[in-house]
Structures are given as C-alpha cells and as structure tokens.
C-alpha cells in the first residue's frame, strides 16, 4: 500500500474514532434529560465492568491481528493470515459467549463488591445482565475489524464503527424517550433499554462488516491462491506469537477502565465513611468521575491521541531500520503533538468548567459537578501522554514495558485511593489516577529513553512554551468572569453564553500566540500548509 493511503486510512479511522467518542459524549446530554442523574449512574455503574470483561474476552487479539496478517501479507503468505482468522473467529465467538456468561450471571457479585445502598441492588444487577448481551457478538465483530486493518484498509472498520455508534445511541435514546416519556414507564427500564442498544449497535456493525466480507471474497481468495507460501506454522505457534502482540494492547485499553473499576469498588464505602454525605450526593460524584465529567475530560485526549498516534506507526520502521534520527525526530512529533493539542485544551476545560457543567447536564449540580470537572481536567495530560508512550513502546518492540509501568500506576491507585478520599474528599480519587499516571509515565519516558538514547530537552522546552500560552489564555477567559461576578452560572443561558465566549477568547489567545511565535507551525504546519501564509 502506499504511504499517501496509508495515511489517508489513518485518517479516516482517526477521524472514526474521534467521532465516535464525540457522539458518545454528546449522547449523556439527552440521555441525563431522559432519565435523570440516578439513571445516569445506573448506566455508568453497569458500563464499567463491561468495557473490562469486554477487553479480557477479546484479549487483543483484534488489533494483535492486524498486525500479525500485515506481517504475513508483507512476505506474499495470504494463507497464514486467513487460517488465523477462521481459528480466530471462533475463538472470540467462544470467549465473547463466555464473557457474556460472566457478566450475566457475576452481576450480583459486581454489585455487592461495590457497596451500593441496597435500594439501587436490583436495578443494577438488571441493566448489568441486559448489557451483557452485546458481549456474544462484540468479539466476533472487533476481530473482523482487525482482519480488514492487516490489509492496510481501515474503511470497514471506520464505517463499522461509526454506524455501530449510530444506531447503539440511536436506539437507546428513542427506546427510553419512548418509555420514559410517552408511556410513563420506570426511568430504569429506560436505561435497561439503552443499554440493550449496545447489542443493537453490534448487530448493526457486524451487518456493515458481513456486507464488506461478501463484496472483498473474490479478491481475497484470488490473493489467498496466489500465496507464496514457505512453511505452515501451527496453530499454537502462531497464537503464542499473537499473545505476545496482543497483551500490550490490552494493557493500554484496560488502563482507564481499571481506574475507574477501583473508584467504582471504593468510592461508595469510602466516601460514606470518612464523609458525611448524601445518597444524592455520593451518587452524583461517583457520575461525575465514571460518567458525566469522564465523558467530557475524554475530548482532548481522543483529539490529540487520534492525531498524535499517526505518527507511531512509522516509527517501527525507522527503528527497524536503525535510522535513529528519523526515530527521534518521530518520536518528537508525536509527543510535541500532544502537548500542544491537549494542555490547552484542559485548561480551557478547567477554567471553563462550572460553565461547561451547566451546559451540558443540570445547573443546580454544578458546585459538585463543575469542581470535580476543574480537578479532573487536567488528568487528560496523564491519559494522552499514557497512551502515546505506551504506543511509542510498541513502535520499538518494547511493550512488555508498558505491563510493567501500568502495575506500577494501579498498584499506587489501589493503596493512594482510600487515603486520599479522606484526605481531599471528592478530588481524593482524582489525585489518587494522576499519581499513578504519573509513574507509569515515568517509567515509558525512562524505558524510551534507555532504548532509543531519546534526550527530553526539546521536549522539556516545548511543554514549557505551552503552558504559557495556556496560562496567558487563562488569564484572558478568566477576565470574563469579573463580568459577572464568579464562575458559576445561574442558568443555562448564561452558562451558553460564558462557555462560547470563553472558548472563542481563549481560542483566540492561544491560536495568535502558537502562530506569531511560529509553534503551530511547526508543530502541525507541514501537516496544514495554509498556516505558513500566517508566518
């Protein structure tokens, strides 16, 4: 394939999964008017543990897939590749029908370990067991994915994606509203029904995929019998090679599901005893850090991630290759493009966020929503940084480093949790992720670092210049609210009106200063030309 289609399949998965994840945080502002904050946590409580057993069912082996069939397809052996993927195939059909097996009848355990009051115990364990259904076909469908991305053609697997997102959203909205709404049933059905549009979406998505297989056979039979093929490895051999691909991927994926999974086990326990609080109120924060601000703190990480990550791919080769200078000078791009693209996207998101809070979801919650929103803003650095590295790491065949590091970061959250619950109240948790972010971070720079002989100056000075700019759009959003006294709205309008104004003048600031010192453009002019006519 060549490098301009290459690229341009990239693209258009990287611009998929941005979309994908845009319209998953745009879906909690309809479904919180639907079914209220309670039913907000019910889905957040129940989604948690699926987005886990999901990535243990798979085991990464979709995206171990596509790597493993490029490499097979390189040599001119299509018949490897296509006897992997019927194995395969079943494969996941086994462990998608046991992971549903798991989650179905393990949800009342889920629940018990996380220690709600026993009012919300068997709603939860309904909309966990409806969930659980879109675990059967999930699998199946994320492998075929990967088989189509091992030819280089990310088209079935962006499409796929975005229509599985469409219809899963689409379904489950119009199913609540049409409950909730129109026949006055339970706001737990409703969300018991929107979460049974995960299924909906699957089936949709696999049908996508299906259609792409029939109209592609012919051509991928023909190469199959023009394979050139010089031996026949087992079946075991080649998984004991793909395990090795794919325990780093799942280790990336499961990271902030992870986190997430410890604050839902401990929040409710530890919240109830070192705090007086409200069910009300425990049940809002605990939204909040799974759902509500997550969704919203998740933006700029999948915006600077989707665009950083393009970059990786090309780095292996020139590690392959031994060209040290094209790696750094990759591995520079990669890492300068994340900084730029989400610091001041957070501190937008910080600054902003009592405004953005009251836009989104309800303005009499925003002294909890909108602060846990302030504090959580900027753990999007630790996440695309998190990321990013891991994905370096990968690049230069050392993404046994990135099990070690993500150990490190749990372990830290596991014992940093209940302590600093106490210690900080609704933040605690937050302090507790970007602690162990942190070190998992410091331990892929250092392990790049050893690798490569990466030296971090250029870096250092990047990130430097960029939280000045950030800091000098900072003062200018924050002069906006001396206007009106605080930056806490008293209405929806208002926090419309702040949060457009704040995110065109900080915008603004931040666009002139990255152009007149001629950051952008060399951050991202090569990649958009017209920018040089700005210098």
């Known amino acids: 394939m060549s490098g301009s289609s290459l690229m341009r399949g990239t693209f258009i998965l990287s611009a998929a999964i941005f979309f994908t994840k845009l319209l998953g945080m745009l ?15 019910l889905y957040g409580f129940s989604y948690n543990p699926y987005a886990i057993i999901l990535s243990i069912s798979t085991v990464g082996v979709p995206l171990a897939v596509s790597k493993f069939v490029a490499k097979y397809n390189a040599i001119g052996d299509y018949q490897t590749g296509r006897r992997l993927f019927r194995s395969g195939l079943l494969l996941m059909t086994i462990t998608g029908f046991l992971g549903f097996i798991i989650m179905f009848f393990g949800a009342s355990v889920i629940v018990k370990l996380s220690d709600v009051h026993a009012q919300d115990y068997h709603d ?43 219809v899963r959203i689409g379904f489950g909205l119009i199913g609540a509203f049409i409950i909730v ?14 979460t049974f549009g995960a299924f909906m979406g699957a089936v949709a998505g696999l049908i996508v995929l299906i259609r792409y297989w029939v109209k592609r056979k012919p051509h991928l039979d023909q190469l199959q019998s023009q394979s050139h093929v010089t031996s026949r490895p087992a079946l075991t051999s080649m998984y004991k090679e793909l395990i090795s691909y794919a325990i780093p991927f799942v280790c990336v994926g499961l990271a902030n599901q992870l986190y997430l999974q410890i604050d839902q086990f401990t929040l409710n326990h530890f919240m109830r005893e070192f705090h007086q609080i409200s069910k009300g109120d425990l049940e809002l924060i605990v939204d909040c850090l799974m759902q509500l601000d997550q969704k919203l703190v998740m933006i700029p990480v999948s915006l600077s991630t989707a665009m950083a990550l393009s970059v ?9 290759l031994g060209d040290k200078r094209d790696m750094h000078i990759k591995i520079t791009r990669a890492l300068q493009l994340t900084l730029f693209l989400t610091i001041p996207a957070v501190i937008g998101l910080s600054v902003l966020s009592h405004m953005i809070y009251g836009l989104f979801y309800d ?23 998190f990321s990013v590295t891991a994905a370096i790491l990968q690049g230069i065949n050392r993404q046994k480093v990135t099990i070690l ?31 162990g972010y942190f070190f998992s971070i410091l331990i892929n720079l250092v392990a790049i670092r050893w690798e490569t002989r990466y030296n971090y100056k250029f870096i250092a000075k990047r990130f430097l210049l960029v939280m000045i700019f950030g800091l000098i759009m900072w003062v200018g959003i924050g002069v906006l609210f001396l206007f009106h006294g605080g930056s806490t709205p008293e209405t929806k309008g208002q926090s419309l009106i702040y949060t457009v104004l704040g995110v065109g003048v900080g915008g603004a600031i931040y666009l002139v200063l990255s152009l007149r010192s001629g950051l952008a453009r060399q951050v991202i002019g090569e990649r958009l030309p017209f920018l040089k006519r700005w210098m």
């Open 363 to 385: 303005v009499n919650d925003v002294a909890i929503g909108g602060e846990i929103l302030r504090w959580y803003s900027p753990s999007a650095i630790f996440f695309a940084l």
């Open 181 to 194: 709404n129109l026949f006055g049933g339970s706001k737990v059905t409703g969300v018991a029904f929107v």
């Open 312 to 320: 990786v791919p090309s780095i292996s080769s020139s590690y392959a």
């Open 27 to 41: 879906f909690t502002i309809p479904f919180y008017a639907i079914v209220g904050q309670h039913g907000v946590y």
């Open 405 to 435: 590091s993500l150990g490190v970061g749990i372990l830290l959250k596991l014992i940093l949790n209940p302590i600093f619950i106490k210690w900080f109240d609704l933040t605690g948790s937050i302090w507790a992720t970007d602690i």
């Open 124 to 166: 939860l364990i309904m909309v966990i067991r409806v969930l659980s259904f879109a675990l059967i076909i999930v699998p199946s469908m994320s492998l075929i994915r990967g088989y189509f991305q091992g030819f280089q053609s990310m088209g079935p697997t962006a499409l796929s994606q975005t229509i599985e997102q469409i």
